[in-house]
């Protein structure tokens, strides 16, 4: 793919994804332990297929406003999980993420959004990322707390998954407020 992204975090690296990811990514977005925090259920393989071959289309965009990234850990090439990165508004972009289980509380979810906020604000030269989180998700809330974002508020009925319209705690993160945190 031409213009392909490759970002480099601590441990994990962020790429583009393509097709071949279908079976890693199927035990994340089929996965109902993740997915009952997403806005959507769980995919079989050609769900996850086709939301894969959605990613890849729209990573080929000009300009480019959806930066759906794979998630590969330390040890290779596996797709541990997803993260994404997308620009609506003013400067601005929707930050989400999602590891596989077996990998969760390693670390690897924080630094995925780290390298991708980076990129957001140094690369793409966004003013402020947000993140919309399920008010149940503590792990969620944790990550983005641990990375200086602020609660907005509640969005009501934001989404609707497993049968039922669910609240979404909004938080935000301010490209002066990152730099001001990275400096120190
Ligand atoms: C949200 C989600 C990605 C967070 O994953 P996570 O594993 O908790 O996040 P991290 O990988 O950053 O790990 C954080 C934990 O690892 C620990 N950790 C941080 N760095 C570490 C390191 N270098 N080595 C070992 N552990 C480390 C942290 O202390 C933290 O542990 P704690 O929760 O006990 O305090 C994961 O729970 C998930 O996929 N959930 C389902 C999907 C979802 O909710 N997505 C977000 C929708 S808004």
């Not at 508004?89 to 906020?117: C, F, H, M, N």
Request: net charge negative; with cysteine; charged share 25%.
């Amino acid at each position: 793919m031409e213009n392909a992204i490759r970002l480099e975090g601590d441990v994990v690296t962020l790429r583009d994804f393509n097709l071949e990811d279908t079976d890693d990514v199927l035990k994340i977005a089929g996965d109902d332990r993740v997915t009952h925090w997403l806005s959507y259920d769980s995919r079989d393989r050609d769900g996850v297929r086709a939301m894969l071959e959605g990613a890849v289309n729209r990573a080929q965009q000009v300009p480019r406003n959806e930066y759906y990234l794979a998630i590969v850990g330390p040890s290779g090439d596996n797709v541990i999980g997803f993260c994404r990165l997308g620009l609506s508004g003013v400067q601005a972009g929707k930050l989400g993420y999602a590891l596989a289980p077996s990998e969760w509380g390693k670390g690897y979810a924080t630094d995925a959004a780290r390298t991708l906020i980076q990129f957001g604000f140094r690369d793409l030269g966004l003013h402020r990322i947000s993140a919309a989180i399920g008010p149940d998700n503590a792990q969620s809330i944790k990550l983005v707390e641990a990375l200086g974002f602020t609660r907005e508020g509640v969005l009501r009925d934001h989404v609707f998954t497993n049968g039922a319209w669910r609240d979404s705690v909004l938080y935000s993160l301010l490209e002066p407020e990152w730099t001001a945190a990275e400096e120190r």
